[in-house]
């Protein structure tokens, strides 16, 4: 049971960690939902957005990747002024 409790507070401690990058991962899964809804691919031979589900996860890996850099630049640039 005290594994348990060891395994959510190292969850939760990344997950506070990486909030940022999270934050953002949702916001590019909206932004990939939107992009499907108004402009989509009106032939459907479109790979990225010819399906909400594949437009929302190439937003989200996107947001996740911007995120995870703009977030590990951030920190290096505290490091540095340190």
């Given at each position: 049971m005290?594994e348990?409790?060891i395994?959510?507070?190292k969850?939760?401690n990344?997950?506070?960690?990486?909030?940022?990058p999270i934050?953002?991962?949702f916001?590019?899964a909206?932004?990939?939902?939107?992009?499907?809804?108004?402009?989509?691919?009106a032939?459907g031979?479109?790979?990225?957005?010819a399906?909400?589900?594949?437009?929302?996860?190439?937003?989200?890996?996107?947001?996740?990747?911007?995120?995870?850099?703009?977030?590990?630049k951030?920190q290096?640039k505290?490091?540095?002024?340190q």
């Amino acid at each position: 049971m005290e594994e348990v409790g060891i395994n959510l507070l190292k969850m939760k401690n990344w997950i506070l960690k990486k909030r940022i990058p999270i934050g953002i991962t949702f916001l590019g899964a909206v932004a990939g939902f939107l992009y499907w809804n108004y402009v989509g691919c009106a032939s459907g031979n479109c790979g990225i957005t010819a399906n909400w589900y594949t437009s929302m996860a190439y937003g989200s890996v996107m947001g996740w990747l911007v995120g995870d850099f703009s977030i590990s630049k951030v920190q290096n640039k505290k490091n540095d002024k340190q």
